[in-house]
T-cell receptor
């Protein structure tokens, strides 16, 4: 089965900088990867979906890349703000989603 | 946008109690809903797939007699934790998509239910 790996260590950055989070998958190349934001005590909120044949996807300050050679997706938040502080989950699956453990992002003012 | 409502948000009860959690899709129909469980600082783990009008599909290691799932309509799935014990304490989250539950559709999650068994 697919295994999703995210850096479990928290990422601390200064406001205004670009945050980059990593998602690696171990088995088959998924047709899609999805990124979610989760705040404490809340359910995940969908952010972006990127398809296997897409190299890059953007939405406002967010950018996702998909590298099938490296078996990796990168999630970028440009001009980060304290309000971006949350846990970010990467997930994939043919039907239900398999998620990584998430990376907690802390943006310092 | 698509909204999934989950109720209750928090339950505290004694060991041996059965607890029912509801998951509703408010503005779309969901033939498939998913139930996840999340322990602190860990990922969401899929427990089961809830199929409207048919039996749920459980993941390996999840007791179907312990976690009863009913998906009686296109907008409602329920998870009942039967005879709950302290080890069942966790954060339970449901999700649904507007499609047939394929991974090419975003999942819309409820806000979760924090279950605490004393």
């Amino acid at each position: 089965s697919q295994k999703i790996e995210q850096n479990s260590e928290a990422l601390n950055i200064q406001e205004g900088k670009t945050a980059t989070l990593t998602c690696n998958y171990t088995n088959y190349s998924p047709a899609y990867l999805q990124w979610y934001r989760q705040d404490p005590g809340r359910g995940p909120v969908f952010l972006l979906l990127i398809r296997e044949n897409e190299k890059e996807k953007r939405k406002e300050r967010l950018k996702v890349t998909f590298d099938t050679t490296l078996k990796q997706s990168l999630f970028h938040i440009t001009a980060s703000q304290p309000a971006d502080s949350a846990t970010y989950l990467c997930g994939t699956g043919r039907r239900a989603l398999t998620f990584g453990s998430g990376t907690r992002l802390q943006v310092q003012p | 946008g698509a909204v999934v409502s989950q109720h209750p948000s928090r339950v505290i009860c004694k060991s041996g109690t059965s607890v029912k959690i509801e998951c509703r899709s408010l503005d779309f129909q969901a033939t498939t809903m998913f139930w996840y469980r999340q322990f602190p600082k860990q990922s969401l783990m899929l427990m089961a797939t809830s199929n409207e009008g048919s039996k749920a599909t459980y993941e390996q290691g999840v007791e179907k007699d312990k976690f009863l799932i009913n998906h009686a309509s296109l907008t409602l799935s329920t998870l009942t934790v039967t005879s709950a014990h302290p080890e069942d304490s966790s954060f339970y989250i449901c999700s649904a998509s507007g499609g047939a539950g394929n991974s090419n559709q975003p999942q819309h999650f409820g806000d979760g239910t924090r279950l605490s068994i004393l």
